[in-house]
């Protein structure tokens, strides 16, 4: 077991990544100790009665005095507030960091409210599942995923190291971006995708409504992977979309684009197009697979408890 990276790590909000962080953090003897504070009082009350952190706090201020690590694991439309209360408790060398899906909102609502002394360095766990709450974390979560860690202008170099072995510790891969280019890169790889999953669920309930349950009870494995992304937290994904517009619009409007053509293919019986379309996609789908991101393995889409449904 490792040595503690942290003596003190404070977890506001207490859903699927906080959680998992805890067990992750005790799994391999990370921080000396956890405290953790939800806003909702059903949520606080769960976590003391599965003894998810060593202290569960009634405000976020009281889980980050003391603190040397501070993990924001509020949706993004929150995090400006809970930085604008803990700010006055902040210990000077501590480290604030968060786990949300976007960078630039998330720096900008954040960084005014970080003292001077404090170190403010964004993460972005590429782990998730369509579940949520204190219960739905496991240790497990984040081994051989991605960590994103987002510096800020003049970040500490010795504290974005401590937190890239946090990461590691927990069993992540961690590689460092700029915010801008991370919000690109999730829009391709998460945010999008999302949307496009919420709206093939949303056109299946239309049409369930016509065919009296018939979209439901013979859903084919494809769709039951759409519902499953679509049961993603409403509120983290409404503050992804509008705190990521405008990169989340460019890769719409590409993805528009490739629906265009490949509607023009099916219509004009332009196979050639698709067969070469759907062997270049295939591809990357074999790509994702060796670089150990998922399995091979069919499942029908009945294994997937806990497979990616978040980021």
Same mark, same amino acid.
């Given at each position: 077991?490792?040595?503690?990276?942290?003596?003190?790590?404070?977890?506001?909000?207490?859903?699927?990544?906080?959680?998992?962080?805890?067990?992750?953090?005790?799994?391999?003897?990370?921080?000396?100790?956890?405290?953790?504070?939800?806003?909702?009082?059903?949520?606080?009350?769960?976590?003391?009665?599965?003894?998810?952190?060593?202290?569960?706090?009634?405000?976020?201020?009281?889980?980050?005095?003391?603190?040397? !690590?501070?993990?924001?694991?509020?949706?993004?439309?929150?995090?400006?507030?809970?930085?604008?209360?803990?700010?006055?408790? !902040?210990?000077?060398?501590?480290?604030?960091?968060?786990?949300?899906?976007?960078?630039?909102?998330?720096?900008?609502?954040?960084?005014?409210?970080?003292?001077?002394?404090?170190?403010?360095?964004?993460?972005?766990? !590429?782990?998730?599942?369509?579940?949520?709450?204190?219960?739905?974390?496991?240790?497990?979560?984040?081994?051989? #995923?991605?960590?994103?860690?987002?510096?800020?202008?003049?970040?500490?170099?010795?504290?974005?190291?401590?937190?890239?072995?946090?990461?590691?510790?927990?069993?992540?891969?961690?590689?460092?971006?700029?915010?801008?280019?991370?919000?690109?890169?999730?829009?391709?790889?998460?945010?999008?995708?999302?949307?496009?999953?919420?709206?093939?669920?949303?056109?299946?309930?239309?049409?369930?409504?016509?065919?009296?349950? *018939?979209?439901?009870?013979?859903?084919?494995?494809?769709? #039951?992977?759409?519902?499953?992304?679509?049961?993603?937290?409403?509120?983290?994904?409404?503050?992804?979309?509008?705190?990521?517009?405008?990169?989340?619009? *460019?890769?719409?409007?590409?993805?528009?684009?490739?629906?265009?053509?490949?509607?023009r293919a099916i219509r004009t019986g332009d196979g050639d197009h698709l067969h070469d379309y759907f062997t270049r996609t295939r591809a990357i789908r074999r790509g994702i697979i060796e670089?150990?991101?998922?399995?091979?393995?069919?499942?029908?889409?009945?294994?997937?408890?806990?497979? *990616?449904?978040?980021?």
């Amino acid at each position: 077991m490792s040595a503690p990276v942290f003596e003190r790590v404070a977890l506001i909000g207490l859903g699927l990544i906080a959680s998992s962080m805890a067990h992750a953090m005790r799994r391999a003897g990370l921080a000396g100790e956890i405290t953790g504070h939800a806003r909702s009082a059903e949520t606080r009350a769960v976590a003391r009665e599965i003894g998810l952190v060593d202290r569960v706090c009634e405000t976020a201020a009281e889980a980050a005095e003391g603190a040397d !690590l501070v993990v924001l694991c509020v949706p993004v439309g929150a995090m400006g507030a809970v930085a604008e209360e803990i700010a006055p408790v !902040l210990a000077p060398g501590a480290t604030v960091s968060d786990v949300g899906s976007v960078k630039k909102a998330v720096i900008e609502a954040v960084a005014p409210h970080i003292p001077e002394g404090v170190h403010f360095i964004p993460a972005h766990p !590429l782990a998730g599942t369509e579940h949520s709450g204190p219960r739905s974390g496991f240790a497990e979560l984040f081994d051989n #995923r991605w960590c994103l860690i987002v510096p800020v202008e003049n970040s500490d170099a010795d504290a974005t190291a401590r937190l890239s072995r946090l990461w590691e510790g927990m069993g992540a891969h961690v590689d460092v971006m700029d915010a801008e280019h991370h919000d690109l890169v999730l829009a391709v790889t998460s945010h999008t995708p999302h949307l496009i999953a919420y709206t093939m669920v949303g056109v299946a309930d239309d049409l369930r409504r016509v065919t009296d349950s *018939e979209v439901i009870k013979y859903s084919a494995a494809g769709f #039951r992977d759409f519902t499953r992304i679509a049961a993603s937290d409403p509120t983290m994904w409404r503050d992804v979309f509008l705190t990521n517009k405008e990169a989340t619009l *460019e890769i719409l409007g590409r993805f528009t684009e490739e629906l265009f053509a490949l509607q023009r293919a099916i219509r004009t019986g332009d196979g050639d197009h698709l067969h070469d379309y759907f062997t270049r996609t295939r591809a990357i789908r074999r790509g994702i697979i060796e670089a150990g991101q998922d399995t091979a393995a069919p499942d029908f889409g009945r294994g997937a408890t806990r497979g *990616e449904g978040r980021d």
